[in-house]
């Protein structure tokens, strides 16, 4: 059974302290892992897609990186609006299948 | 902005009740998605539809049904509603064939008194 581990669970920051959100992961066969953000109230928006060890993707404040074994999600000098849950899933084989974490909720205090 | 809509956004019921979600997406993608969100659980898919009339179980699908006449609309229904069904439930769709639901709308949040 695919599992996803993400911690902390949550995570409280001074504004401009760099950090990294951790999803560690056990599957059988990755093609894909996917990092969104969450805002309360609201639907998970997509940030990055990786899919090979190795792999990095960047976005502005944000840079996603991938192993065998785990993804980062380094956040470079925060901001208050990168207040969120982030949300790591990996994508195995066979039908659809999207393993999501539980989360990282993120506050970032000015 | 990709364009899906999500009604209701609330909705209290009793148990025992029929109740049916519905997700409409303004573009034409095929691939749509129904998973529900709960405390202590990552989003768990629920169905999924790969084409109008094309639908398949997702790992919690008991107690759900879905349909899909048309391409821009996917429905979630639950036959009799349970206390345990009660969550927060989100439409995805995906831009690629399949595999990875890329957008979200914003939920319905539904409880089953």
């Known amino acids: 059974e695919d599992q996803v581990t993400q911690s902390p669970e949550a995570l409280r920051l001074q504004e401009g302290e760099s950090s990294s959100l951790n999803c560690s992961y056990t599957v059988s066969g990755l093609r894909g892992l996917f990092w969104y953000r969450q805002d309360p109230g609201k639907g998970p928006e997509f940030l990055f897609t990786l899919y090979s060890a190795g792999e990095e993707k960047e976005k502005e404040r944000l840079k996603a990186t991938l192993t065998k074994k785990e993804s980062f999600l380094h956040i470079t000098a925060p901001k208050p609006e990168d207040s969120a849950t982030y949300l790591c899933?990996?994508?195995?084989?066979?039908?659809?299948?999207?393993?999501f974490g539980t989360g990282t909720k993120l506050q970032v205090i000015p | 902005d990709a364009g899906i809509t999500q009604s209701p956004r609330h909705k209290v019921t009793e148990t025992g009740t029929p109740v049916t979600l519905r997700c409409h997406q303004t573009e034409n993608h095929r691939y749509m998605y129904w998973y529900r969100q709960d405390p202590g659980h990552g989003l768990r898919l629920i169905h999924y539809s790969y084409g109008v009339k094309d639908t398949d179980k997702g790992e919690v699908s008991d107690g759900y049904s879905v349909s899909r006449s048309k391409t821009e609309d996917f429905l979630l229904t639950l036959e009799s509603a349970t206390s345990s069904q009660t969550s927060v439930y989100f439409c995805?769709?995906?831009?690629?064939?399949?595999?990875?639901?890329?957008?979200f709308g914003d939920g319905t949040r539904l409880s089953i008194l």
């Open positions: 995805a769709i995906s831009e690629s064939d399949g595999g990875q639901p890329q957008h």
């Open positions: 899933a990996v994508f195995s084989g066979g039908y659809q299948k999207v393993t």
